[in-house]
Protein backbone atom coordinates (compact mmCIF):
# COMPACT_ATOMS: atom_id res chain seq x y z
CA UNK A 1 0.00 0.00 0.00
CA UNK A 2 2.83 2.39 0.64
CA UNK A 3 4.76 1.55 -2.19
CA UNK A 4 1.32 2.48 -4.32
CA UNK A 5 0.91 5.32 -2.61
CA UNK A 6 4.57 6.39 -4.02
CA UNK A 7 3.76 5.65 -7.27
CA UNK A 8 0.77 7.28 -7.30
CA UNK A 9 1.90 10.56 -6.05
CA UNK A 10 5.42 10.69 -6.22
CA UNK A 11 7.75 12.52 -3.86
CA UNK A 12 8.34 15.49 -5.96
CA UNK A 13 4.65 15.79 -6.13
CA UNK A 14 4.45 15.26 -2.46
CA UNK A 15 6.72 18.20 -2.20
CA UNK A 16 4.92 20.40 -4.32
CA UNK A 17 1.56 19.98 -2.36
CA UNK A 18 3.12 20.79 0.60
CA UNK A 19 4.92 23.62 0.17
CA UNK A 20 2.10 24.65 -1.61
CA UNK A 21 -0.33 24.52 1.47
CA UNK A 22 2.34 25.98 3.44
CA UNK A 23 2.26 28.99 1.48
CA UNK A 24 -1.56 28.99 1.56
CA UNK A 25 -1.38 28.79 5.72
CA UNK A 26 1.58 31.42 5.61
CA UNK A 27 -0.23 33.90 3.47
CA UNK A 28 -3.86 33.82 4.85
CA UNK A 29 -2.61 33.69 8.81
CA UNK A 30 -0.05 34.69 11.22
CA UNK A 31 1.33 31.52 11.23
CA UNK A 32 5.23 31.74 10.28
CA UNK A 33 5.57 28.50 7.87
CA UNK A 34 6.38 30.64 4.73
CA UNK A 35 9.29 32.75 4.05
CA UNK A 36 8.10 36.81 3.33
CA UNK A 37 10.36 36.28 0.53
CA UNK A 38 8.78 33.48 -1.73
CA UNK A 39 6.13 34.40 -3.67
CA UNK A 40 3.18 31.55 -3.54
CA UNK A 41 2.31 29.39 -6.37
CA UNK A 42 -1.84 29.54 -7.84
CA UNK A 43 -1.40 25.96 -6.79
CA UNK A 44 -1.61 27.45 -2.82
CA UNK A 45 -4.71 29.08 -3.58
CA UNK A 46 -6.23 25.22 -3.48
CA UNK A 47 -5.90 25.09 -0.09
CA UNK A 48 -7.89 28.34 0.90
CA UNK A 49 -10.65 26.73 1.80
CA UNK A 50 -8.80 24.39 4.21
CA UNK A 51 -7.49 27.00 6.25
CA UNK A 52 -10.13 28.74 6.48
CA UNK A 53 -11.48 25.21 8.45
CA UNK A 54 -8.58 25.22 10.37
CA UNK A 55 -9.41 28.90 11.40
CA UNK A 56 -12.46 27.79 12.11
CA UNK A 57 -11.25 25.01 14.43
CA UNK A 58 -9.62 27.34 16.55
CA UNK A 59 -12.52 29.79 16.96
CA UNK A 60 -14.21 26.28 18.12
CA UNK A 61 -11.35 25.58 20.41
CA UNK A 62 -11.66 29.47 21.80
CA UNK A 63 -15.50 29.35 21.89
CA UNK A 64 -15.45 25.97 24.34
CA UNK A 65 -12.71 27.69 26.36
CA UNK A 66 -14.62 30.53 27.31
CA UNK A 67 -17.99 30.05 26.99
CA UNK A 68 -18.41 28.75 30.52
CA UNK A 69 -16.89 31.76 31.99
CA UNK A 70 -17.91 35.01 30.06
CA UNK A 71 -21.58 36.25 28.91
CA UNK A 72 -21.90 35.73 24.98
CA UNK A 73 -21.22 38.94 24.22
CA UNK A 74 -17.97 38.99 25.49
CA UNK A 75 -16.90 35.57 23.62
CA UNK A 76 -18.51 37.16 20.28
CA UNK A 77 -16.23 40.46 20.44
CA UNK A 78 -13.09 37.72 21.72
CA UNK A 79 -13.87 35.67 18.25
CA UNK A 80 -13.98 38.42 16.67
CA UNK A 81 -10.77 39.81 17.84
CA UNK A 82 -8.93 36.22 17.35
CA UNK A 83 -9.69 36.50 13.74
CA UNK A 84 -8.34 39.17 13.44
CA UNK A 85 -5.21 38.84 15.17
CA UNK A 86 -4.95 34.65 13.41
CA UNK A 87 -5.34 36.36 9.75
CA UNK A 88 -3.53 39.64 10.22
CA UNK A 89 -6.10 41.15 9.43
CA UNK A 90 -5.07 40.77 5.85
CA UNK A 91 -9.01 39.92 4.48
CA UNK A 92 -10.03 43.38 7.27
CA UNK A 93 -7.36 45.40 5.07
CA UNK A 94 -8.59 44.67 1.97
CA UNK A 95 -12.32 45.52 2.68
CA UNK A 96 -11.30 48.84 4.51
CA UNK A 97 -9.85 49.99 1.56
CA UNK A 98 -12.50 48.54 -1.06
CA UNK A 99 -14.67 50.85 1.21
CA UNK A 100 -12.66 54.38 0.43
CA UNK A 101 -11.63 53.03 -3.07
CA UNK A 102 -15.52 51.89 -4.46
CA UNK A 103 -17.33 54.57 -2.89
CA UNK A 104 -14.65 57.04 -2.88
CA UNK A 105 -13.67 57.44 -6.64
CA UNK A 106 -15.09 58.20 -9.57
CA UNK A 107 -13.92 56.98 -11.95
CA UNK A 108 -12.22 53.65 -12.55
CA UNK A 109 -8.56 55.49 -12.44
CA UNK A 110 -9.76 57.18 -9.36
CA UNK A 111 -10.80 53.79 -7.58
CA UNK A 112 -7.50 51.88 -8.34
CA UNK A 113 -5.54 55.03 -7.13
CA UNK A 114 -7.46 55.00 -3.43
CA UNK A 115 -6.93 51.50 -3.93
CA UNK A 116 -3.57 51.81 -3.69
CA UNK A 117 -3.71 54.35 -1.28
CA UNK A 118 -2.61 52.64 2.68
CA UNK A 119 -4.28 55.96 4.42
CA UNK A 120 -7.83 55.12 6.01
CA UNK A 121 -10.59 57.52 5.01
CA UNK A 122 -14.04 57.83 5.87
CA UNK A 123 -15.56 55.10 4.31
CA UNK A 124 -13.24 52.56 5.58
CA UNK A 125 -14.15 53.67 9.03
CA UNK A 126 -17.69 53.76 8.58
CA UNK A 127 -17.28 50.11 7.21
CA UNK A 128 -14.79 48.67 9.16
CA UNK A 129 -16.73 49.70 12.24
CA UNK A 130 -20.14 48.43 10.53
CA UNK A 131 -18.36 45.33 9.62
CA UNK A 132 -16.93 45.06 13.24
CA UNK A 133 -20.12 45.20 14.96
CA UNK A 134 -22.13 42.62 12.54
CA UNK A 135 -19.82 39.79 13.22
CA UNK A 136 -19.80 40.38 17.22
CA UNK A 137 -23.27 40.65 16.85
CA UNK A 138 -23.93 37.21 14.92
CA UNK A 139 -20.84 35.36 17.00
CA UNK A 140 -22.47 36.66 20.49
CA UNK A 141 -25.88 35.10 18.85
CA UNK A 142 -24.95 32.03 17.20
CA UNK A 143 -27.84 29.25 18.45
CA UNK A 144 -25.87 26.46 20.23
CA UNK A 145 -27.82 23.82 17.98
CA UNK A 146 -25.50 24.68 15.39
CA UNK A 147 -23.13 26.68 16.91
CA UNK A 148 -19.93 24.26 16.66
CA UNK A 149 -20.76 23.97 13.12
CA UNK A 150 -20.90 27.21 12.06
CA UNK A 151 -18.14 28.44 13.83
CA UNK A 152 -16.37 25.75 12.00
CA UNK A 153 -17.36 26.65 8.63
CA UNK A 154 -18.01 30.39 7.94
CA UNK A 155 -14.31 30.39 7.58
CA UNK A 156 -13.93 27.89 5.19
CA UNK A 157 -16.67 28.79 2.97
CA UNK A 158 -16.28 32.14 3.07
CA UNK A 159 -12.87 31.70 1.87
CA UNK A 160 -14.48 29.40 -1.23
CA UNK A 161 -16.10 32.57 -2.29
CA UNK A 162 -12.57 34.28 -3.07
CA UNK A 163 -11.11 31.25 -4.74
CA UNK A 164 -14.86 31.30 -7.04
CA UNK A 165 -13.64 34.80 -8.03
CA UNK A 166 -10.66 34.00 -9.03
CA UNK A 167 -11.52 31.46 -10.96
CA UNK A 168 -14.60 33.94 -12.83
CA UNK A 169 -13.07 37.32 -13.10
CA UNK A 170 -9.54 38.81 -14.32
CA UNK A 171 -6.93 40.13 -12.27
CA UNK A 172 -6.50 43.54 -13.24
CA UNK A 173 -3.08 44.80 -11.96
CA UNK A 174 0.71 43.11 -14.08
CA UNK A 175 1.82 43.21 -10.24
CA UNK A 176 0.42 42.77 -6.75
CA UNK A 177 -0.49 40.93 -4.21
CA UNK A 178 -3.34 38.68 -5.27
CA UNK A 179 -1.66 38.64 -8.90
CA UNK A 180 0.72 34.95 -7.78
CA UNK A 181 -2.57 33.58 -7.67
CA UNK A 182 -3.72 33.60 -10.66
CA UNK A 183 -0.49 32.85 -12.48
CA UNK A 184 -0.54 29.31 -13.83
CA UNK A 185 -3.93 29.38 -12.70
CA UNK A 186 -6.05 25.81 -13.48
CA UNK A 187 -9.93 24.52 -12.26
CA UNK A 188 -8.21 21.33 -10.66
CA UNK A 189 -7.46 24.00 -8.08
CA UNK A 190 -10.98 24.96 -8.15
CA UNK A 191 -12.44 21.93 -7.98
CA UNK A 192 -10.10 20.66 -4.92
CA UNK A 193 -11.58 23.73 -2.91
CA UNK A 194 -14.93 23.14 -3.78
CA UNK A 195 -14.79 19.74 -2.74
CA UNK A 196 -13.08 20.34 0.46
CA UNK A 197 -15.39 23.24 1.00
CA UNK A 198 -18.49 20.80 0.14
CA UNK A 199 -17.54 18.43 2.48
CA UNK A 200 -16.89 20.42 5.09
CA UNK A 201 -20.68 22.42 4.78
CA UNK A 202 -22.41 18.75 4.75
CA UNK A 203 -20.50 16.80 7.54
CA UNK A 204 -20.66 19.92 9.51
CA UNK A 205 -23.90 21.45 9.20
CA UNK A 206 -25.57 19.37 7.13
CA UNK A 207 -27.85 20.00 4.24
CA UNK A 208 -28.07 23.57 5.82
CA UNK A 209 -24.45 23.53 5.23
CA UNK A 210 -25.13 23.27 1.57
CA UNK A 211 -27.64 25.86 1.15
CA UNK A 212 -24.98 28.01 3.09
CA UNK A 213 -22.62 27.01 0.62
CA UNK A 214 -24.74 27.97 -2.49
CA UNK A 215 -25.32 31.33 -0.61
CA UNK A 216 -21.90 32.23 -0.22
CA UNK A 217 -20.84 31.26 -3.54
CA UNK A 218 -23.75 33.52 -4.96
CA UNK A 219 -22.87 36.53 -2.93
CA UNK A 220 -19.04 35.88 -3.71
CA UNK A 221 -19.59 35.90 -7.99
CA UNK A 222 -22.39 39.01 -7.21
CA UNK A 223 -19.73 40.88 -5.53
CA UNK A 224 -17.11 39.70 -7.61
CA UNK A 225 -18.81 41.01 -10.44
CA UNK A 226 -20.11 44.42 -9.59
CA UNK A 227 -16.64 45.10 -8.23
CA UNK A 228 -14.81 43.80 -11.30
CA UNK A 229 -17.39 46.49 -13.31
CA UNK A 230 -16.34 49.23 -11.30
CA UNK A 231 -12.65 48.30 -11.57
CA UNK A 232 -11.89 46.25 -14.56
CA UNK A 233 -11.07 43.25 -12.63
CA UNK A 234 -9.94 42.00 -9.18
CA UNK A 235 -7.29 43.16 -6.63
CA UNK A 236 -5.75 41.96 -3.65
CA UNK A 237 -8.00 43.72 -2.28
CA UNK A 238 -11.46 43.00 -3.52
CA UNK A 239 -10.80 39.00 -2.55
CA UNK A 240 -10.31 40.54 1.26
CA UNK A 241 -13.69 42.32 0.70
CA UNK A 242 -15.66 38.91 -0.94
CA UNK A 243 -13.69 36.85 1.61
CA UNK A 244 -15.01 39.40 4.45
CA UNK A 245 -18.71 40.01 3.11
CA UNK A 246 -18.80 35.87 2.88
CA UNK A 247 -18.15 35.44 6.45
CA UNK A 248 -21.05 37.82 7.08
CA UNK A 249 -23.18 36.13 4.79
CA UNK A 250 -22.49 32.84 5.88
CA UNK A 251 -23.17 33.49 9.67
CA UNK A 252 -26.33 35.91 8.90
CA UNK A 253 -28.14 32.82 7.01
CA UNK A 254 -27.09 30.36 9.85
CA UNK A 255 -28.27 32.61 12.60
CA UNK A 256 -31.43 33.00 10.50
CA UNK A 257 -32.32 29.72 9.38
CA UNK A 258 -31.12 27.42 12.84
CA UNK A 259 -33.66 28.31 14.82
CA UNK A 260 -36.45 28.19 12.57
CA UNK A 261 -35.24 25.24 10.58
CA UNK A 262 -33.21 23.04 13.28
CA UNK A 263 -33.71 19.82 11.17
CA UNK A 264 -31.96 21.43 8.38
CA UNK A 265 -28.81 21.37 10.33
CA UNK A 266 -28.49 17.85 10.99
CA UNK A 267 -25.09 17.11 10.50
CA UNK A 268 -24.06 13.31 10.22
CA UNK A 269 -20.48 14.18 11.68
CA UNK A 270 -21.98 14.97 14.95
Avoid at 139 to 158: H, K, N, Q, Y
Avoid at 185 to 205: K, P, S
Wanted: proline share 4%.
Amino acid sequence: MCRGWRVWFPTGRRAFAVNSLRHAFGFLTILPVASADESPSSWARAWFPLVGLSLGAALVGLDAAMREGLPAIVVGALLVAALLMLTRALHMDGFLDCCDGLFGGFTREDRLRILRDSHAGAFAVIGGAALIVTKWSLLASTPDAARIGLLLVFPCLSRFGMLATMAVFPYVRKQGLGSSFQEGGHWWQIGFGLVTAVLAAGLFLGPGGLVLFGAVTIVALGVGRWMSSKLGGMTGDTYGAVNELGEVSVLILGVALAPVLPELFDAPFW
